[in-house]
């Protein structure tokens, strides 16, 4: 979405390849849910799935929104960000260590985002967070389906790199990659490989995030990497099987909706 806005803003038409690679991801994920599910009662059924759908076309919406929007800042507003990007910011580095680097800084900035989301009450009202931990049953489809105030927070990291440093071409191709990750970290497939979970979360490890237990709600913030966490005195490695805010009654869209007002 940010890679469109942008290429649109400039008057260009980007190409497809990017959006198709990530559908492409989105979808043999999917597939492999129906296929091989990690856990039998985690299938969902054809309204569970219709309900995931729709509140994830709905963030979509909304991070499509605030991304047109940043573009409305006075470019001005962002001199000398942009300076101090031009001259510290390893230009010269290969393309793939640059995207690493901002896959870092990004996730560093939506690692505290988060974080602080879940500890200060307003925020985690605010921005409606809490509507992503109504989920019980996880897919990768749920990386997305959250409230749609939290739009905000949620592409703040890569239109800091893009529009306020405009470091643009590293942004798209590190949120395309966090994308990938996060939809991998929430789908319901045995992926947890330990190596990876060295560097890359992995599906065991933010599903103890989602737990019903609160304490082991706090911790795994960061949704792509596990450095931060590692830093940070968050990371954890434990079995979690009950997952899911308490909420009364049917878990309805309209209900996921109104989380912030109750």
């Not at 980007?14 to 039998?40: H, N, V």
């Not at 792509?224 to 805010?245: K, N, Q």
């Amino acid at each position: 979405m940010i890679a469109f806005v942008y290429h649109a803003s400039v008057g260009a038409i980007p190409g497809i390849g990017p959006y198709l690679s990530l559908a492409i991801g989105f979808a043999t994920l999917t597939l492999c849910e129906r296929t091989w599910p990690a856990r039998l009662e985690w299938k969902q059924n054809a309204r569970e799935w219709l309900q995931v759908v729709a509140m994830f076309a709905i963030v979509a919406a909304s991070l499509a929104l605030v991304e047109f929007g940043a573009l409305f800042f006075p470019a001005n507003w962002f001199d000398h960000t942009r300076s101090f990007a031009a001259i510290y910011w390893p230009s010269d580095w290969p393309m793939t260590v640059q995207v690493a680097l901002g896959f870092a800084l990004i996730q560093l900035i939506a690692y505290w985002s988060h974080r602080l989301q879940h500890e200060i009450g307003l925020l985690w009202r605010i921005f409606g967070h809490g509507t992503h931990h109504t989920y019980t049953k996880l897919s990768a489809m749920n990386w997305n389906t959250t409230h749609p105030f939290e739009a905000v927070p949620l592409v703040a990291p890569a239109i800091i790199l893009s529009i306020v440093f405009g470091l643009t071409d590293v942004a798209v191709a590190a949120a395309s990659l966090v994308m990938i990750i996060s939809a991998t970290a929430h789908a319901n497939l045995r992926l947890n490989e330990r190596l990876v979970g060295l560097v890359l979360t992995t599906n065991s490890q933010h599903m103890q995030h989602h737990s019903s237990v609160f304490a082991e709600s706090q911790t795994n913030y960061s949704c792509a990497m596990t450095l931060w966490d590692r830093i940070f005195g968050t990371f954890s490695e434990r079995d979690t099987t009950a997952l899911g805010d308490p909420m009364d009654g049917e878990r309805t869209l309209w209900k996921r909706l109104t989380v912030p007002l109750r």
